[in-house]
């Protein structure tokens, strides 16, 4: 084939890819901040990380407005923009709040972006990117109502009817990590105090401090949750009943999940989702909190890891 002939299917190719949709998506931590860029198959054309500045508002928005304006350079296409990060933004000010980078509460992110952009951009948080992930391309991919839990130093969650986030008057759909354990045992009456101000919540009990914590009562042994799980994959009994608990209290706090919701499946996220025994014995155990002859929602582990966050925030503009 002369020369020509291949430079010309690469300029064909090269056109066809300037002219696909490219949705960026940025995962905005405390420490870390992430930009990935999907094309419209969800295949990765661009990732690349950066320290987030710490508490500097203004530095971390010049932050997020270079990381668009080179990854566009680099691909040589303008695409759309969806963020994920902690809290939300109130419907009543436009302003964000419950972000734990304190700097950015308060502040008009979303508005203050879309300026130094010069486009519209979509915001969620955290966990409604990873059920968003999941839902549209991952272990949910396919199933109409996908209920995404993070369980991990907290427990957060999000809901993703028909590929779009759930998004409700209060903008917190999916947040059953702050409900009260459900049918609490007497030795589980009042439980732990929680952060926000009650006690016994569903995150006090189902996230990684909360093991540790159970583990410590009844053993008098202080252990963290990778160890308990890691010592439990060993055969250390104390270990093994600590995670039996626990599922059980999943069990519960996700059948609580299945009555109100009735997900078609339910994905899990978070450290504490890589304990393997969770998506046999769980289910084996909600059955009799579901208010139902028999269950068909399936409970997946995500599979997108890490990356969920990102990729979510990308197809916070939909697949056409
Ligand atoms: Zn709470």
Known sequence: MPRSGVNWRAARERKARLHAPVRFGIDLGGTKTEIVALAENGTELLRRRIVTPRDDYRATLDALARLVADAERELGVTGTVGLGTPGSISRATGLLRGSNSVCLNGQPIKRDLEGVLGREIRITNDANCFALSEATDGAGRGERVVFGAILGTGVGAGIVVDGRVLDGPNAIAGEWGHNPLPWPKDDERPGAACFCG?????????????VARDHVSATGIASSAQDIVAR??????????????????????????????????????????NIDRLYAN????????VFSDRVDTRLLRNAHGDSSGVRGAAWLWGRS
């Open 198 to 210: 009650h006690f016994g919540c569903i995150e006090t009990w189902l996230a990684g401090p909360g």
């Open 232 to 273: 439990a994959s060993r055969g250390d009994a104390a270990c093994r009943a600590t995670l039996e608990r626990y599922e059980e209290r999943l069990a519960r706090a996700l059948a609580h999940v299945i009555n109100l919701l009735d997900p078609d499946a339910i994905v899990l996220g978070g450290g504490l989702s």
């Open 282 to 289: 769980v289910p084996r155990q909600w059955g009799p909190w």
